[in-house]
């Protein structure tokens, strides 16, 4: 019997992640969480109100539910987290350590947690950057998503708990839009060309920044979840991304479909943090430790996300 508690679940990922967990697993092994309230949910999954600072809370849940496996999704991204350190912290570390404790007091089997491109800093080799380099993030979000991978090894190597995870690049999607991180121009630029509106971007038109489509990232937790736990050398530090580019170059990309679409260029903090981010990644131990294999590069990912839009926005 496996039931899957997922936090988060009403964020970009989440949202998506619970129904392709409840796709694959049936619908009463899912249930879904978040410190807000769903307006309505597709595919009507059971929900439970959950803030994950609240230790005594995942702990009831855990054992009300008979939870054998975490998706721990909540978080407070990047630009957020410039905006209130102090939530950062407590969402991102505070929740993680609350989350992981509580799994390991009620032997939860399995927990899964997503890092992020936002644990690198400057000092890290921007190109192709591998999996074990220099972590000096600058935000509190990448601040709190190292202690989170520190963590998840200590909980492995000294409790034997099953963590596992990946460090995701931004990911770009239609269904809910991000608001909070700084990779989120990739998807506001398409609502804007869809909906035949300029776009100002926050960001120079020369920052690249490793990226990947939605389903790609679902896949990607899904195999990670289901391998073979002697095959994996790392615990939350599996870099993957599917390709990079430049808002320019995206921009390039859209004109292709929106030749009347225009791009203005306002940079402003995020374009700092940016600056900190790897260009590329080195995704090799995700591909040999567990079968990490994108299947869309960017033509299919443009292609996708404007026919989406244009259903979703066109006939609102
Ligand atoms: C952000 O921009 O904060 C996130 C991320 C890369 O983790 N999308």
């Known amino acids: 019997m496996t039931k899957i508690l997922v936090t988060g679940a009403l964020g970009q990922i989440g949202t998506e992640l619970a129904g392709e967990l409840a796709a694959r697993y049936g619908k009463s092994s899912v249930l879904i969480s978040d410190v807000r309230k769903p307006q309505s949910f597709a595919g009507e999954l059971e929900f439970v109100g959950l803030d994950v600072t609240n230790p005594d809370a995942i702990g009831s849940i855990i054992a009300e ?11 407070i991204l990047s630009a957020s987290g410039e905006k209130n350190p102090a939530l950062a912290y407590r969402v991102n570390s505070d929740g993680t350590f609350n989350i992981l404790e ?3 007091k009620a032997g939860v089997r399995k927990v899964m947690i997503p890092s992020t491109i936002g644990v690198f800093g400057a000092e890290t080799p921007r190109i192709n950057t591998p999996d074990i380099t220099v972590l000096r ?8 998503k190292v202690n989170a991978e520190l963590l998840a090894l200590y909980y492995r190597d000294r ?14 999607s239609y269904l809910t839009p991000p608001s ?8 506001d630029i398409f609502y804007h060309a869809v909906q035949g509106k300029d776009y100002q971007c926050y960001l120079k038109k020369d920052t690249a920044l490793p990226m990947m489509y939605m389903p790609d990232a679902l896949h990607s937790l899904v195999k990670l979840f289901e391998a073979k736990g002697d095959k994996l050398r790392h615990c939350l530090e599996y870099n993957v991304s599917a390709y990079s580019f430049t808002p320019e170059e995206i921009y390039g990309e ?40 994108p299947e869309y590069d960017l033509k ?17």
Not at 137 to 144: A, D, F, N
Not at 180 to 185: C, E, I, K, L, R
Not at 271 to 290: G, N
């Open 102 to 104: 509580e799994a390991r």
């Open 300 to 316: 299919h990912t443009v292609q996708d996300m404007i026919q989406n839009l244009r259903k979703i926005l066109v006939h609102q």
């Open 65 to 75: 539910h008979g939870i054998t496996d975490i998706f721990h999704m909540a978080a």
């Open 180 to 187: 909070a991180g700084t990779t989120d121009y990739a998807v």
């Open 137 to 144: 993030p600058t935000t509190m979000y990448g601040i709190t």
């Open 254 to 293: 859209i004109r292709e479909v929106y030749p009347e679409f225009r791009i203005t260029y306002e940079p402003d903090f995020r374009q700092k943090i940016a600056e900190t981010w790897p260009a590329s990644l080195d995704s090799h131990f995700a591909r040999e430790d567990w079968g990490f294999a």
């Open 159 to 172: 409790y034997a708990l099953d963590v596992r995870g990946l460090r995701f690049p931004g990911i770009i």
